[in-house]
């Protein structure tokens, strides 16, 4: 999935990191906040870790529902008696085959539908309503576990074949070659090691709420676009709450999803707060030079929590046809500290 602030290429950035400063991340456990697309848990869960992964966003939690909760391919038996399969293979194929049909997805997000909305082909738009429903009507029978893998799927493929640039703030004018492909459910590769807990809060709730973590790895937004508003159609299908939507691009209300990490005049005492709640043994922040909070006011708190290192790499800038510039100055920071008498 392609994401803004994504870690996936960042991996071996961070392990190097944590190596250097000594820190063991094998068989931990390991808070991962501000968890995204969820690279940075999968390399937690590689290592064998228990990982307990928290964003608001709902589509987010939906993608490492299909990536990363099931150790195996599940098998679906509460279906046997509804459609005649169980296995994985046929339960994608099953909703890869359905007809599709206009429903809200049809009108709200295709060219023929009432807002004309280019986001996806009207074929597209109709087999994401028909599976959705479809997966929507499975509810009752299935763990939540193994409806929001199914739900995480569909989102995924639906984002493959979706006509943007990779975020919904817009969509392109002119179809992109992949949008045009038909949309297809494909399942994914199963990491067999490590477990995950995947929960959809605010960070500073979260972390009132649990114990303490050996590591505390966090990756807050560090400019002020906000998530929801970037990625608003991923969560209208996963959500599926059918709400009336906002504007050319048909925004949902994202008001309680704002993130004050992206908010200039909070973001200060937000982090202060979530840094005071946090009970671990060692903390690991990925940031940005550019971002909105100053590296030396970062350092500064967490100094305060025990002594703090700072590591440094370049990176390219996330691309879409909107974000794109040419500023080969961006340093990804990671800041590492070892908390006292935590
Ligand atoms: C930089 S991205 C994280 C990327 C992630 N590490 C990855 O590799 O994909 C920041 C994430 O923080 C989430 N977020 C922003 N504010 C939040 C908050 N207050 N509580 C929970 N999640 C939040 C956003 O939804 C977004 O997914």
């Known amino acids: 999935m392609k994401y803004i602030g994504n870690k996936s290429r960042l991996i071996g950035f961070i392990k190097e990191s944590l190596l250097d400063a000594k820190i063991n991340y094998k068989n931990n456990v390991v808070y991962d906040l501000f968890s995204g697309t969820g690279s940075v848990s999968e390399f937690f869960l590689k290592n064998n870790c228990e990982v307990f992964s928290c964003d608001n966003m709902n589509y987010a939690i939906a993608e490492q ?35 599709g049909i206009k429903g809200y997805f049809f009108e709200n997000f295709c060219e023929e539908g009432e807002y004309k909305r280019k986001f996806f082909s009207t074929n597209n738009a109709k087999k994401i309503d028909a599976i959705r429903s479809k997966i929507e009507e499975w509810k009752e029978f299935l ?7 199914l739900v995480g ?126 009970k671990a043994n060692c903390i690991v922040m990925s940031y940005s030079t550019e971002g909105i909070l100053d590296k030396d ?21 996330f691309k879409t046809n909107a974000w794109t510039d040419n500023n080969t100055n961006l340093k990804e920071i990671l800041f590492i500290c070892k908390v006292e008498n935590s």
């Open 143 to 149: 763990p939540i576990e193994k409806y929001m893998f």
């Open 153 to 278: 799927i569909l989102m995924n493929s639906a984002d493959f074949v979706s006509n943007t640039a990779g975020t919904y703030g817009a969509y392109l004018k002119i179809w992109r070659s992949m949008a045009l492909k038909n949309l297809k459910l494909t399942k994914p590769e199963f990491i067999n090691t490590g477990d995950i807990k995947l929960f959809v809060d605010d960070v500073v709730d979260f972390v009132k709420k649990n114990k303490k973590a050996d590591i505390v790895y966090m990756d807050p937004p560090y400019n002020t676009r906000q998530y929801p508003a970037n990625f608003s159609t991923l969560e209208s299908i996963v959500v599926n709450d059918n709400q009336e939507l906002k504007g050319k691009t048909g925004l949902r209300d994202y008001e309680k999803q704002k993130s004050k990490f992206s908010i200039k005049k909070d973001v200060k005492d937000e982090f202060v707060k979530l840094i005071d709640e946090i």
């Open 297 to 317: 006011f970062i350092l500064e708190i967490l100094n305060n929590k025990g002594k703090t290192k700072m590591y440094n790499t370049s990176y390219r800038r």
């Open 65 to 99: 529902y299909r990536k990363l909760f099931f150790r195996e391919e599940p098998e679906f038996s509460e279906l046997k008696n509804i459609i005649g399969y169980e296995k994985l293979d046929d339960i994608l194929e099953y909703l890869n085959n359905l007809e």
